[in-house]
């Protein structure tokens, strides 16, 4: 089984005279299929650990694993290379393209990846658009949608191209609690029947107890909540 490894992770931010370590010596692991949620106040790191993981920000001091492959070893080389396989990710304001259907959206991933299964991709695309109950807004627009809906879009995006893990940031903190629920439910089921680990940074207490385990980043640390 696949494994996603944080080892020893530590950063400090630098403004003016002042450092801010948000992240020290943090270390945890997931592997496909299981959820792990991270709760801590606004500031606490959250977003940078997920930038972390993701290769998308390098930390200070540590190195991320996928397996024994240590991504961080040559820089951000390794991660550049290998992260459209390994990840997908989800923002709390979903960066939709306007002027792009949903469907069109989606399938920005595979364009990106220069990706030429065109029928196969199309088939995915469909196949995820479906588990979220949004197939019938394929040929829509961003600014057609609802909150909840282009939320929706936007998991489907991070999903489309079957990645390892899929790191989530906020998914819920812009909807009502209605819709919050929907959300929830809808990741926990996607990541479950297709095998992903998924890491949730959230506020949502409600949220991150439906979750295989819980860490609680403060004052630099992570503890399991």
């Given at each position: 089984m696949n494994k996603l490894t944080a080892s020893n992770i530590s950063k400090t931010y630098q403004s003016g005279d002042h450092q801010t370590e948000v992240l020290s010596n943090?270390?945890?692991?997931?592997?496909?299929?299981?959820?792990?949620?991270?709760?801590?106040?606004?500031?606490?790191?959250?977003?940078?650990?997920?930038?972390?993981?993701?290769?998308?920000?390098?930390?200070?001091?540590?190195?991320?694993?996928?397996?024994?492959?240590?991504?961080?070893?040559?820089?951000?080389?390794?991660?550049?290379?290998?992260?459209?396989?390994?990840?997908?990710?989800?923002?709390?304001?979903?960066?939709?393209?306007?002027?792009?259907?949903?469907?069109?959206?989606?399938?920005?991933?595979?364009?990106?990846?220069?990706?030429?299964?065109?029928?196969?991709?199309?088939?995915?695309?469909?196949?995820?658009?479906?588990?979220?109950?949004?197939?019938?807004?394929?040929?829509?627009?961003?600014?057609?949608l609802s909150g909840g809906e282009r939320q929706r879009v936007a998991i489907a995006r991070a999903v489309v191209h079957e990645p390892k893990f899929v790191l989530m940031d906020e998914p819920t903190g812009n909807l009502d609690h209605e819709n919050a629920e929907v959300i929830q439910n809808l990741t926990i089921k996607l990541a479950q029947n297709h095998n992903i680990g998924i890491v949730v940074a959230t506020h949502d207490l409600n949220y991150a107890a439906k979750l295989d385990k819980v860490f609680r980043i403060e004052n630099g640390d992570l503890k399991l909540a």
């Open positions: 943090i270390s945890f692991s997931i592997s496909e299929g299981d959820s792990i949620g991270i709760i801590g106040y606004s500031g606490s790191g959250k977003t940078t650990l997920l930038q972390i993981l993701a290769g998308l920000e390098m930390p200070d001091q540590g190195n991320i694993y996928f397996n024994d492959i240590n991504l961080s070893s040559n820089n951000a080389k390794n991660f550049n290379s290998m992260r459209g396989n390994l990840f997908g990710y989800a923002y709390q304001f979903h960066y939709l393209l306007d002027d792009l259907t949903v469907f069109e959206n989606c399938n920005l991933v595979f364009k990106i990846a220069n990706d030429k299964k065109v029928d196969e991709n199309s088939k995915q695309i469909i196949q995820i658009l479906d588990e979220l109950g949004i197939a019938a807004l394929q040929d829509k627009y961003p600014y057609m």
